[in-house]
Structures are given as C-alpha cells and as structure tokens.
C-alpha cells in the first residue's frame, strides 16, 4: 500500500515537472505564428521557409495551414486562443469588414514600404491594414499537346488549325464538341475534367467563373472607377450575363470526363488528377494548380504544355479578354499581439519577400507572382502557369478580367449557388429558379452584409 | 463517523463542484447569454435582444434540418433496437461461439464517426457508381446512407446492454413460466420484455439522443449536400456558427434551441419507458 503510495506521488511530481518545463520551454523563444491559408503550399512553409528564417533570425515561425474552406471558421477559433495568429491572411475587402478590429495598421511597417503600387492595399479607417502578397491569375488551362493533337486530325470537323484561333465562346464550343466526338482518337475520356462539385470543392464555380457574368455585370454599374468598388454598391443584382454563365458551365458539363450525376463526389484534386494523367484536355483553374499539376503519381503532362486561355462565354468584346488577374490573398497583423509579436511578424514578412533567401523561395517554390518593388523582373514564378499569368498580363490588345468576385456580400450566397448548381447539374433544378434564387439572395445577403 | 462526513462533505464535494462549474454549469450560461448577443468571439458581446431567434427562421432551413433529424432519429431508433435485440436474443441461445461473435459484432463501436463516415462513404459511392449516382445525388440516398451506417455503429453496442439485460433475468422466472406451459412467443412478450425493460430504457435513451445529437458522421458521410438537404440540426449549427461571418449569435440560439428540444424529448421518452419497468 505504503509503496504505491510513494510510487502515485513520484509518478505525480513527475508528470507536473514534465508540464512545468513545457511551458517555461514554449516561452522561452520569439516566435511568429502565421495562420496559413494556402494548403497547397503548406509544406513549404513548414519544410523550407520556417528553417530558413529560424536559421537567418533566430526567431522561430510557427505554421497552421487552415483546410480548404475553413479558414474563417479556423481563424475564428484561433483569435479567440491565449496565443492568436500574428499573421492572418483576409480574402478582400470584405473579409476585412468582418476583421477590422484585428487588423493592424501597416503605415509604419517595413513590410508596407516594399509594396509597390500603393493603392492595393485594403484600407480601414484611412490606414493601410491589409497588403496583397499575391497576384494570380485563372482561366481554363489547357493540355498543348491534345490540342495540337487535335488540330492535326484528318477527320476534324471545324477549320480551326490553333490554339491562336480560338478567342470566342463560338470557336471554344464548335472545337470542345467535335474533341468529345473523337475522344477515343485523342485518347482521352473527355475534354473538360470534371466539373468539382464536392462539399468544399464548388469555388471553381460559384465564384470563380461566376466573376465573369459579375464582371460585367458590374461594368454596367457608371460612376466608378474599379469594378469592385462598382459592385459593393450593387443592392440587387439582375444576374444579367447569366445566360453566358450557363452557356460555358453547360459545356464544362456537357463535355466532361464523367456524368454529371457523379460530381457531386468529385473534388478539385480529382480534376486536376485527371489533367495531370492526360484523360482530359483542359481544366479551369489558376496557377496555384500548376504544383498540383506537376506534383501528381505518374503525371504526363510536359510542363511546356500546361498553358492558359481566357475563359470564353460569349460576353461583348470577348476577342480581347484576358485572363481573370487579381488576388484575393491579403495579409494582415493582429492587433491583439504583444509589441514584440508585431514587430517579428514585420520582419517575417520583410524576410521572406525582400531577403535573397526569401525571395528565392517565393520565386521557385512558393511561385506567387508579388506586388513589391523587391522583385525584379527575371525574379518572377518559374512554373509554367505562372509564368503563363504573366505573358498574358502583358499580352497586346488584351485587357485582364479583375477580381470582381471580391464584391460578393457573403460567403454564404456562394454556397448556396455552389448547391443550386449541383443540382442544376443533376437535372433537380432548372436554370430558371437557379437564376430567381441567386438574385434573392443576393438582395437579402446584401441586406444582412449592411446591417452587420 | 457521519459527524465527520458532514463537517468534510463541503471540502470534498469541492473539486467535483469546481469540475462541473467550469466544464459545464458557467459555458452553459455563458452559451444562453450569447444567444441574444451579437459576437464574433466570446469575449466581444454586444446585446442583440431576440434578434437572433429571428434571423434563425430567416429562411427554411433550421427547420428542414430539424425534420431531417427527427425523420432520422425515429428511423434510426427503430431499426438499432429491433436488429440489435434480435442479435442479442440469438447469441444468448446455446450457439457454439457466442462471445466471438459478440466481440466482432462489438468492434465498429471502437471506431470514430468521422473514420468510419469516410470509409461508408466510400464503400456506398463505390456501390452506387454501378448505377451512375452518388451518395449526394440525391437527400433519399444520403439519409439511408446514414440509417446504414449508424446501425453498424450502434447495434453492437446495445446489443451487449440487451444480453446483458436478458442473461440477468433470473432462471425461476423462466422456469416457472416454462411449468405453466408457456410457449416461445408467450415467453418473449410476457417474461423476457417486461424483464428487460431498464435495457430497453437506457437504449431507446442512448439511440434518440445519439440520432439527435449526430455531427461527425453526417459532416463525413455527405457533409449535409446535396445543396443542405441531408444537414441535420448539429451541422446545421456549427455551419452557421463557423460559415457565415455575423451569424456566431444565432448559430448559438439554434443550439439553445436545440437543447430545449432534445432536453424535453428525452425526458419525455425516459418517464414513459420507465413506467413499463417491472420488478422481477
């Protein structure tokens, strides 16, 4: 008895000292805590960026990477900790409304006086509070080599002979049709991969390729000068150019790799999978999908194939646009850290896109193509989508779509399009009460965003 | 020796007050006092009154994911107990085995919701995909999804309360009713029911509270789609309190709310199945 006794109390002093050094330990280094929102590059943070800037400073970098989808809720969860994120990242000005008590202002920090153009920082109260660290850029990538395939067939239907040629919905639908007629000659199960529809995986479509018909939609609005500034205004919305959304949503379904009533279980790893192996030719996304791409088992895409074309859906003037360009990756500081929290996040951020071992990652690894005046021109992404967001941002004659997604009230109208969608495509819903749903919606949404 | 327990009750019942104070009787008020207050964490509550009652019932879907539950719950309850009982009637016979078979019919209830979500949604999409559907094609294929996947996690377990329950049914019992010249049928309905019947109390309990209260296999399982059809009031919940920026306040009516209704349900169903117990 009198010896377990002595045992139990050793035992408990024990575990206590273990707790005790544990906790001196934790606070016994500077560390910056970072709250990522990228998971495709979450190892890289943690793998090379976090070793390298303990290495050069001295000051550890904690890394979390949300889960695609839940960075509010995660963020939420994290601020109300004893130990909040110093660094979190805010999707546009309307994250930001949502966050401006926590957000810092970056006036007098060094990390704002690298950026370059000024006026894209999001502002709160006059001050600059959150700092765009990101510029990219989507449309629909598209696999060279099956289109060259393509344009080489004896028994091809349309006169299209290059990729050069096709610069209207006309052209893409007349090409996609007759690719899917002849599939099997390609050798590939469908043209577009499919259509992502799975819990969390619907932003393909209802906010990335919602942007155009709301692009347009917005332009339409006179008075303004940025289209997003235009569309925050936007109380009801008449979702005007819907029809061109469903034109290329149709042919997105129409012409995929499976049937529609199996993409509710598809993911956006799926598709770009599907791209990677070769079974499709093209696949709307970003250049963030370029790693995902090149990083699959077994891919057989060469990375000189892996190109981008706008996203074509009959809208006026559409020979000359562009790739949809903009960010919706803003940075901010928390202003609930101590002093000594905000000036490590500072000189993070500083670190990682002004030093040379900063840079070089960002540049190879990370491959965000940065708004700061530390990059220099041969410094840009060397994957080949990035590199392709920057050919087409430069290209002649052609004008990039902005982001104007950035002025949708809330994430919950993109949700319940994402829904409607699903169902639309599974022939449960039809596009007339899709429509009739999105535009009620976006009045009550737009209500509730004012009264918050 | 009582004079002792008196003058120390205070100092001992101590830790367990202090315990349940701050794990559950203070986050309950707290959680009731937020449910009229705007908030975006907990420590910046502003009073909002009744607004958030409103804004719960600002469209249809609270309360189509409280009829999604009760359908589910009442489906659930029934198919867990009958299929467990039959279990438990069969390997309390003389089979060769019992026990490994009761082990094996046991071990589902070892794993996670959200691992063995994962894993059903697996095995049923793979099923499915014969005929060209997914689990989230349509809310009829997620909902008996679910009733599939929640029997396999339960049965086992109420089937080890049942045997439990039908081995302690004392052996006169059954021999006097045997000398009365009862049959298999009079035995079931007339001996071994009513002697159950605290067995039967504790499941019907845990399976009605377990349907309601269900999150992680539904979050798994279909994730509520399509669209919010197969969201039950739990995911319903945390998708309003986590998913929309302004809504944590009515996130947490709705989960008051619930609780009510849960609350009042099995109390309800634990006064009326206790009624029916008997002393053996």
């Known amino acids: ?47 090379e960026v976090a070793p390298a800037f303990e290495a050069e400073t001295g000051i550890k970098l904690k890394v979390v990477t949300a889960a695609s989808g839940s960075y509010a809720q995660t963020l939420k969860s994290e601020m109300a900790k004893r130990n909040p994120p110093s660094i ?37 109260e006059g001050q600059p509070a959150a700092i765009p660290y990101a510029v990219e850029g989507y449309g629909i990538i598209y696999n ?83 289209i997003v500034e235009a569309g925050l205004t936007l109380s009801n919305s008449t979702f005007k150019y819907g029809d061109n959304f469903k034109a290329l949503f149709d042919l997105y379904l129409d012409n995929s790799t499976v049937v529609s009533t199996l993409i509710g279980a598809k ?42 074309m706008p996203l074509y859906m009959g ?95 809330s994430q919950e109208l993109k949700n319940s399009l994402g829904a409607d969608l699903l169902r639309y495509a599974q022939n449960q819903m039809s596009w007339n009460t899709l429509s009739n749903n999105f535009v009620k919606n976006w009045a009550s949404e737009y209500k509730i965003a004012q009264e918050n | 020796m009582q004079k002792a327990l008196k003058k120390y009750f205070a100092l001992f019942a101590l830790p367990g007050l202090i315990c349940f104070a701050i794990a559950f009787f203070i986050p309950m008020i707290m959680g009731i006092v937020l449910s009229f207050c705007k908030f975006t964490d907990v420590t910046n509550a502003t009073w909002a009154g009744l607004n958030n009652y409103k804004l719960m019932f600002m469209n249809a879907e609270f309360i189509n994911a409280l009829w999604f539950t009760v359908k589910f719950t009442i489906m659930s309850v029934i198919t867990i107990n009958i299929i467990s009982f039959i279990l438990a009637l069969l390997l309390t016979q003389d089979i060769p085995g019992t026990n490994t078979y009761r082990t094996i019919l046991f071990m589902p209830n070892l794993i996670g919701g959200i691992v063995l979500g994962w894993i059903w949604q697996v095995i049923l999409n793979g099923y499915l995909l014969k005929y060209q559907v997914t689990l989230v094609t349509d809310p009829r294929y997620g909902f008996w999804g679910l009733v599939v996947l929640m029997n396999w996690q339960n049965v086992g377990y109420m089937m080890i309360i049942y045997i439990a329950g039908i081995i302690n049914i004392p052996k006169e019992l059954i021999e006097a009713s045997q000398i009365d010249g ?4 009079t035995m ?68 008051v709310i619930f609780t009510i209704i849960v609350a009042t349900l099995a109390l309800t169903q634990l006064h009326l199945t206790r009624r029916k117990e008997v002393e053996a």
């Open chain 1, 1 to 47: 008895m009198k010896k377990s006794l002595v045992l139990l109390t050793t035992l408990l002093a024990l575990s206590a000292s273990i707790f005790a050094t544990g906790a001196t330990e934790s606070n016994a280094t500077e560390e910056v805590y970072f709250l990522n929102f990228k998971p495709e590059v979450a190892e890289i943070y943690t793998n």
């Open chain 1, 88 to 124: 979190f990242q805010t999707n546009g000005p309307i994250g930001l409304a949502a966050d401006k008590s926590n957000a810092m202002p970056l006036t007098d920090t060094k990390f704002y006086s690298i950026l370059g153009d000024k006026s894209l920082a999001l502002q709160v």
């Open chain 1, 144 to 226: 060279a080599a099956i289109m060259n395939k393509y344009f080489n067939l004896s028994s091809k239907k349309t006169r299209v002979n290059s990729i050069e040629e096709i610069n209207t919905f006309a052209t893409l639908k007349a090409v996609t049709e007759d690719m899917q007629a002849q599939k099997s000659k390609l050798g590939i199960d469908g043209v577009f991969a499919s259509t992502s529809m799975s819990a969390g995986n619907d932003w393909r479509w209802q906010t990335h390729l919602l942007n155009m018909p709301l692009w347009a939609e917005f332009a339409d609005i006179e008075g303004y000068d940025s």
């Open chain 1, 267 to 308: 993911s956006v790893d799926d598709s770009m999978a599907e791209f990677a192996l070769g079974r499709c030719a093209m696949v709307q996304n970003g250049n963030w999908g370029a790693g995902q791409i090149l990083g699959v088992n077994g891919n057989t895409v060469n990375p000189s194939d892996i190109k981008f």
């Open chain 1, 315 to 409: 809208l006026d003037n559409e020979e000359s646009q562009g790739l949809c360009i903009g960010t919706e990756n803003y940075l901010c500081i928390n202003n609930k850290v101590s002093d000594i929290d905000k000036t490590n996040a500072d000189k993070f951020l500083y670190w990682l896109f002004s030093s040379d071992t900063g840079k070089k990652i960002v540049q190879d690894k990370l491959g965000f193509i940065t708004p700061f005046n530390t990059f220099k021109e041969n410094e840009m992404p060397s994957d080949p989508l990035g590199k392709d967001v920057v050919k087409w941002m430069n290209k002649d004659g052609v004008n990039s779509v902005p982001w104007a997604f950035a002025a949708i009230p």
């Open chain 2, 182 to 185: 009862a049959n298999r049928r």
């Open chain 2, 188 to 255: 079931l309905f007339h001996v071994t029911l009513p002697s159950i019947m605290p067995s039967i109390t504790i499941c019907s309990f845990l399976t009605l509270t377990n349907g309601f209260k269900l999150f992680d296999q539904n979050l798994a399982l279909t994730n509520g789609g399509p669209g919010k059809s197969t969201e039950m009031v739990a995911l319903n919940i945390f998708n309003t309190f986590y998913g929309r920026v302004g809504f944590e306040g009515v996130g947490q009516a709705k989960a």
